[in-house]
Structure formats: structure tokens, C-alpha cells
């Protein structure tokens, strides 16, 4: 059977701006060779619901739940740091975990807690710290670095931030050889009187989004290393709100302990109809 069990009940859930479709998906209703197909129709934004990407919630052998992450594009992807806020107060008002939690993503067990309308993950480990090496892209030098935070990020500090061409330069550095064959998240980050701001262009999305969690803390840990920052660190995303990054340690694979927090919020719920697929 590949059918698609219809109608499906979903949440739309925010975080920071970054916004997701979410689906208790413990009993199944979307086959597995059709999820990505699902997640790219039902991710169109005016034709469909919208979204920056699509969760289905799933048992576990292993945590409280573990989760099937859908970029917009039907990529799957190992971790989303605003998402796995967002799910996880979706996973305590639904009593599938309680306030503290443990659920299974690809990049490994994210511990969280939810307060009120505040969640705080416990990130997996960082790695593959690069620093300081200079790229050029349309005709222009960038001193970029670069580590995974549960997906791979490059992360360049600029002194205008308003003035950078996120698209045109996100793409071109997200497809660029020295990331290739698999791509990367791609962060300006400008540092301002009292912190940072940061704008992100998300691989598998394909555009600027107003928000992402392990964009966020990949600039922070950046500029940690680079003597710009202690923790915690609090970064403006293109939305205008602030996410925290607490960290221990700041040398490169030294970073241990790194928590992300901020506000996850239900838009709304409802359920999606065989029109929300319609090509």
C-alpha cells in the first residue's frame, strides 16, 4: 500500500520565525517512499500549508520518540535546531514526554526541556572545525570557517550585514566545490554595540529563512573560538528575536555542553486534505 491515509490532523509550530508542519506520526499515515514527496507538497507556501520543513514524530527503542525531518525541498536532514525546540513542546502538550526529554534524530539523542512556551535543547555534539579559510565568490574574497552542528554551516563574520546579498551569495556559497559533494548552511553574522545579528541561507530550503537553531550556534561557537564571545551568546536572527547559545569550553573540538534557547509557539492546528497535495 502507498497510499496516503487522509485527513491528516497537523500542527504549525514557530520557532523564531523558522516554522514547521508537525505530525504525530506514531500511527502511520504517510508511506515511507512518499514522505518526501509529502513534505515538498505540503511545505508550498500559498499553494499549500507552507513551511520551512516537515516533522513526523515516531516511536523509539532508544528515547521518549525519535523524528523523520523533511526540508521543503523533501530532503531529509540529520538535525534542525528550531525544530527540535519546536517538537519538543509539541511532544509534552501531546503527553508523548514529559518536560524533560530524550527523542532520536540522525544526528544522534537530543536531550530538551520545556517551559511554558521556552524550549532548550541540549545539542549533539559539535565538529569539523575550519577556520579562517578564504573562498572567493562572485568576485569576491570571504574569509569563511566553518563546523557541523548536527549539519554542516560556513559562517562569515561581516561589517554590514543589511548590505549582504543572502541569495545570491548563500546559494553560491552553499553549492560551492569546497563544500561539495553535500553542501552547507550558510551564515553572515555582524556583530553589533550589545551582541549579533545573524542571517542564515538554509540548504534544503534554498532561501533566506528567518531563523535557524544550529546556524545560530554555529555562529556563536565561531565566534567563541575567534575571541568575539563568552557564553552565553545571544544572537538576533532576521526575524528580530534572540536565541541563546550556553556553551563550556570554546577551542575547537574542546566545546562541550551546548544548549539553544527560545521560544517555540503554536500558529495553529488543523488538518490537511487530498487538495493540500494537489501538484
Not at 505530525?23 to 520551512?52: N, T, W
Not at 521556552?118 to 565538529?127: F, L, V
Not at 542564515?200 to 535557524?212: H, I, K, L
Not at 561557537?221 to 536565541?243: C, E, F, N, R
Request: net charge neutral; proline share 4%.
Amino acid at each position: 500500500m502507498n497510499s496516503i491515509t487522509l485527513p491528516i490532523p497537523f500542527w504549525k509550530m514557530s520557532g523564531a520565525g523558522n516554522d514547521f508542519i508537525i505530525i504525530d506520526h506514531r500511527k502511520p499515515l504517510i508511506p515511507q517512499e512518499r514522505m518526501a514527496e509529502f513534505a515538498r507538497l505540503v511545505c508550498r507556501r500559498k499553494f499549500s500549508v507552507g513551511a520551512d520543513g516537515l516533522f513526523l514524530i515516531e516511536p523509539s527503542t532508544r528515547a521518549d520518540f525519535k523524528w523523520r525531518f523533511f526540508n521543503a525541498d523533501g530532503s531529509e536532514a540529520e538535525m534542525c535546531g528550531n525544530g527540535a525546540r519546536c517538537v519538543a513542546r509539541f511532544a509534552y502538550m501531546h503527553g508523548i514526554a514529559a518536560a524533560r526529554m530524550r527523542f532520536e534524530t540522525l544526528a544522534g539523542i537530543v536531550e530538551a526541556t520545556v517551559a511554558d512556551t521556552t524550549a532548550t535543547i541540549k545539542m549533539t555534539s559539535p565538529h569539523s572545525f575550519r577556520f579562517d579559510r578564504q573562498i572567493e565568490v562572485g568576485g569576491q574574497l570571504f574569509m569563511v570557517h566553518s563546523v557541523d552542528t548536527g549539519v554542516p554551516h560556513a559562517v562569515i563574520f561581516v561589517d554590514d550585514i543589511d548590505e549582504v546579498d543572502m541569495v545570491g551569495l548563500g546559494r553560491q556559497l552553499r553549492h560551492h566545490p569546497v563544500f561539495a559533494p553535500m553542501g552547507t548552511n550558510v551564515n553572515f553574522v555582524g556583530r553589533t554595540g550589545d551582541g549579533f545579528r545573524i542571517r542564515t541561507y538554509e540548504r534544503g530550503v534554498e532561501d533566506e529563512t528567518m531563523a535557524c537553531g544550529t546556524g545560530v550556534v554555529a555562529g556563536a561557537l565561531i565566534a567563541a573560538v575567534k575571541g568575539y564571545a563568552d557564553s552565553p551568546v545571544a544572537m538576533v536572527t532576521s526575524g528580530g528575536i534572540a536565541l541563546t547559545v550556553q556553551f563550556s569550553g570554546k577551542k575547537g573540538t574542546d566545546v562541550d555542553q551546548v544548549l539553544l534557547k527560545g521560544p517555540a509557539h503554536l500558529i495553529y492546528r488543523g488538518e490537511l486534505t487530498s487538495e493540500s497535495l494537489i501538484a
